[in-house]
């Protein structure tokens, strides 16, 4: 990823993720339950508690990121399911408090991250936030901005990151959807496009990108419920309304405010 950040990586080992924060599970909780003015307070708590964490921003950013997504009703299965999905469509019009606010979150994540990694035993969690950092900011080039080959740059950053990061530090299951979304995202396009994505750097391999996505799903903190719905989506371009069905009634039960797992699983019906 960011090259700087490799003079910092260690020797690898079976270090253990630290134990999620109380604050920022309950911010992303009313993030995905679409409480994003609540959420936002949460994790200006957790900055206020603790103020030279990166984690702490790139949460804000991620409710401003996801904000967006409900207002422009981006994270429905129809845009999800169409062949120009996540790299084609139009430009969107992004609300300039959000994206400036969104912006001042990036940047103080990152340097934040820049600055904890010179600290012993914090490098992993900067690099964590700042794998999630890149992350936000692909997805806001690509699903608002329509910024394709920007994107692509960041998603491919994210995943390098990600990989260092889990090299060393294996239980960090959030930082496994960077890995999978490159993956799975690319490996649906058309053939041509693949190859010269692959020999540029990028990842295009379909079941890396699943199995990837399934261990956020499964055992990640923060990006659980990201990780359903994009395992959700896949599962329906693929036809298994199923495993859809269960994902989706997954994501209902947990965030029971947030209308869309509602919606699509009664399209199931």
């Known amino acids: 990823m960011i ?33 994003f003015d609540q959420a936002h307070q949460t994790f200006k708590s ?20 996801f904000s967006e997504f409900e207002r422009l009703r981006i994270l429905q299965s129809e845009f999800f399911l169409s062949d120009n999905s996540y790299f084609s469509a139009s430009k969107r019009q992004p609300d300039p408090a959000i994206k400036s606010r969104f912006e001042r979150d990036l940047e103080e994540t990152r340097q934040l991250a820049q600055s904890q990694m010179q600290q012993p035993g914090e490098q992993a969690n900067a690099m964590f936030a700042d794998t999630l950092r890149l992350g936000l900011q692909a997805d806001y080039l690509a699903l608002i901005e329509r910024r394709d080959v920007a994107a692509l740059g960041q998603i491919k950053k994210a995943r390098e990151l990600a990989q260092q990061l889990l090299a060393s530090h294996p239980s960090y299951y959030d930082a496994y959807i960077a890995v999978g979304v490159e993956n799975y995202l690319l490996s649906r396009k ?23 996505l399934r261990l956020t799903a499964e055992h990640g903190d923060y990006l659980r419920p990201y990780a359903r719905l994009l395992l959700a989506v896949a599962a329906l371009r693929d036809g298994d309304k199923n495993d859809a069905r269960k994902l989706l009634s997954w994501l209902a039960d947990h965030y029971p405010r947030n209308n869309l797992y509602r919606e699509e699983l009664a399209k199931l019906h």
């Open 3 to 35: 090259r700087p950040l490799l003079l910092f990586i260690t020797a690898v080992t079976s270090t253990p993720a630290p134990a999620p924060q109380p604050l920022i599970e309950q911010g992303y909780s009313e993030m995905y339950n679409l409480l």
């Open 46 to 65: 957790y900055e206020s508690e603790r103020p030279q964490d990166p984690l702490g921003p790139v949460s804000d950013a991620a409710a401003c990121l």
């Open 190 to 212: 058309p053939a041509p496009l693949r190859w010269l994505l692959q020999a540029t750097g990028s990842q295009t391999d379909r079941q890396t990108g699943l199995e990837k």
